[in-house]
């Protein structure tokens, strides 16, 4: 491998499989870490049976299984994304102050849970638990985020994970649109334990080329997705992934690079494979 990054995928691409599975069919493909969401980790013949709606409900006995899932396959748990995914009674950006209370309590249960599954990288997406409420103008809204993850942000620290802020683009919501919107919010909490998402669909929304947005984005970004606009895995669309990946060796980036996709056509496994073999070729 060159560059110095490492390939992982997102664990709910095998969604017909269980999570041991999924775990084997990845390492299997090639990839050497796996990204979890943390809806998939209920019970069930497969992980779209049973979506977890609280991982606070997981015993440590099912954390230790999981991991050992991962260990066994010779998979890394990078983190977990889809944070807020299934979930009800949380939003980060809510004027209601006990609802960001709990949101900030379930920061902490998710930072917790990714430790204790060996993660280190939290990606904060979560749009329809962010997207701005009405009569919240956006720097209201921007304070009200910071305050919740300012309070989950000793726990992160002390137990070495990083939540990842993912600008989305306007198709999927209207707040953190840009990746210099995530990077003014991760200023604006202060801590090293917030840093940046980048995600080539939604880099591809802004007028910015890709390669400056990395560029400019090199002392925050912390975690990085590969897919393409059209919802399909790396260069199966119309934006090339090697632009972004020079890119990112230009800054000396060492982390994650992820797939993350969103249509399974033919199948999860032909994507994960297919979005395997594109890396490796933009990657040679």
Known sequence: MTLGMKLAICNETFIDHDLASGFRLAAEIGYTGIEI?????GEGPNISAQPLADVRQLSAERRAKIRAAADDADLEVVGLHWLLAKTAGFYLTSPDPAVRRVTSE?????????ADLGGKILVLGSPQQRNLLPGVPYEAAEAYAAEVIRAAVPT???????LALEPLGPAEGDFM??????RALAERVGSP??????????????????PQIIRESAA??????ANDPNLLGPDMGDVPIRPALEALRAID????????VFR?????EAIARTSFENLQKALA
């Open 264 to 268: 399974y056509e033919p199948s999860g």
């Open 253 to 260: 980036y060492r982390g994650w690079v992820s797939v993350e």
């Open 106 to 114: 379930y920061f902490v249960a998710l930072a917790e849970l990714c």
């Open 156 to 162: 992160m620290e002390a137990r070495g994970v990083t």
């Open 220 to 225: 925050t970004v912390a975690h990085f997705h």
């Open 37 to 41: 969401a943390p809806f998939t980790l």
């Open 177 to 182: 649109t840009t990746a210099a919107a995530g």
């Open 193 to 210: 334990a917030c840093r940046l998402h980048l995600d080539v669909k939604a880099m591809a929304s802004e007028p910015t080329p890709i």
